[in-house]
């Protein structure tokens, strides 16, 4: 069954907080047309600069989701985020007059009742989902984190913090389906321990922040001292209480195990950088939004090879990114001067491998060392050379209109003879990437021997340019 992506019908506004940088801003939702996407747009700046809620413009991820463009930022985006993504919006624009998006409560809730209150448009646009066959994970074991995110016909999470805090120790929680998100998950506050509020505070910190946008965990037994001192921290007219589960202000939960839930919140939000819906089982366990992201860009790179598989390869092959026809339609050479056979593995903007086969058939057999048949090490060059390219050219929506001309080649080493039956493995790894112009470097091996290196400079250029 098809489904279609979706839009807001009419503009909404909100006006709060930041709460990091302690501005007042208002946030304006508009409807966006298909495909268009995430876009937040900095209405305070000179020519509105707009910039999409991608994992490719995360700029900062200390203190909540950060996304800029060409310097210009919008902060403490992932709750706006986890209430588009909870209620399945797939296109929005979102007008901004200050750096920070409001805190509101410290949940998404205000600004899923303020979507709700704009309504839903269905669009002229199918739906597209972020499918896999495997398991893919990432861990960070000296943050003790773990993510793990299996096939799964609908988005589901299975969340586990473990603080060993008297009054925050171990909770689960799980969504079997966005569509409990609104009901289960969107009411969770933020939260934090008072010993890292004050810290903050010190530090001229969470500006915005205060009792009532979070839930703020006290230490066991903090007396009357520490509460007045917290009181004229917060500047507050009124004593500061603890309530029996450890809550400044006894503010009462919204579910029992409320913390995790906003977990959830906080990696719904941050997988919406993804740009597409996932599905996927999300099993994360003490996760942030520093192993959020990093997920997402490991998601990201399956994306783009997927895409690339399907713009290029005819017939889909589990162990194939590009086959030899593939190849000819992004870079020009042609027999016999075409000396990469395949790509066995392609990380979008970072590496890239690719396979040449050697036989004795090869033309340059007959005049290279005739009766003891060697490959030239030139055109082993010339082979990491073309893989290379292919990294390069990728990027370029029409990359038959381009070529990638080598401006350079330094540090050139040939190691072992490469023979007819070899087969040749190229394996190059980005140093820098713009545009225009890359740097890689580049091993060529047979088995597990090294038998040629390189560094190169790549330059793009357009045809009859």
């Known amino acids: 069954m098809t489904e279609h992506k979706h ?30 996407g995430i876009v937040f747009i900095r209405t305070d700046l000179p020519d509105k600069p707009e910039i999409p809620a991608d994992i490719d413009h995360v700029v900062d991820i200390s203190r909540g989701t950060t996304i800029g463009l060409n310097g210009v930022t919008v902060g403490t985006i992932e709750h706006v985020l986890a209430a588009i993504k909870g209620l399945t919006i797939d296109n929005i624009r979102i007008e901004i007059d200050g750096p920070e998006v409001p805190v509101g409560d410290g949940s998404c809730l205000v600004f899923v009742n303020l979507l709700k209150q704009a309504g ?105 001292a520490e509460l007045e001192h917290l009181r004229q921290v917060f500047a507050y007219h009124e004593p ?6 450890g809550i400044l202000n006894s503010h009462p939960l919204r579910y029992p195990n409320e913390f995790v839930r906003h977990k959830v919140v906080d990696l719904i939000g941050d997988i919406a950088l993804l740009g597409m819906p996932i599905r996927g089982h999300i099993l994360a366990a003490r996760s942030g939004h520093k192993t959020n992201v990093e997920l997402v860009k490991k998601l990201r790179q399956i994306q783009l090879k997927q895409d690339l598989k399907k713009k290029y390869l005819k ?74 390219g292919i990294i390069l050219l990728r990027q370029m929506d029409d990359p038959g209109e381009w070529v990638a001309y080598f401006a350079s080649i330094d540090n050139v080493k040939f190691r072992k003879p490469v023979l007819p039956g070899d087969t040749l493995r190229y394996e190059l790894r980005v ?21 040629a290196e390189g560094d190169f400079l790549a330059l793009l250029q357009k045809k009859g340019s």
């Open 7 to 36: 839009t807001i019908k009419t503009e909404v506004t909100y006006t709060g907080i930041g709460l990091h940088s302690g501005e007042i801003s208002t946030i304006c939702f508009k409807p966006a047309s298909p495909d268009e």
């Open 120 to 224: 839903f448009e269905e669009q002229d646009s199918e739906r597209v989902y972020f499918e896999f066959d495997e398991a893919i994970s990432y861990s960070c074991p000296e943050e003790n984190v773990d993510v793990v995110i299996v096939p799964s016909n609908e988005l589901k999470v299975t969340f586990m913090i473990d603080y060993k805090h008297p009054h925050l120790s171990t909770q689960y929680t799980f969504l079997p389906h966005i569509k409990h998100f609104e009901r289960e998950f969107a009411g969770a506050r933020t939260f934090c321990f008072v010993n890292e509020i004050l810290k903050l505070k010190e530090q001229g910190l969470i500006k915005g922040g205060s009792l009532d946008n979070a839930l703020v965990i006290a230490e066991p037994d903090m007396g009357e």
């Open 240 to 245: 500061i209480t603890v309530s029996p589960a």
């Open 315 to 388: 017939t889909q092959t589990q162990d194939l990114v590009f086959d030899t026809n593939a190849i000819m339609n992004i870079i020009p050479h042609r027999y016999p001067f075409l000396l990469v056979d395949k790509i066995i593995d392609l990380k979008p903007g970072e590496a890239i491998t690719g396979i040449k086969n050697v036989t004795i058939n090869e033309p340059f057999f007959q005049g290279h060392f005739p009766g003891h048949p060697i490959m030239p090490g030139v055109l082993i060059v010339e082979g990491m050379a073309q893989t290379g």
């Open 431 to 451: 140093i820098s990437l713009k545009r225009s112009l890359s740097k890689m470097h580049g091993d060529a091996y047979v088995g597990d021997e090294k038998v």
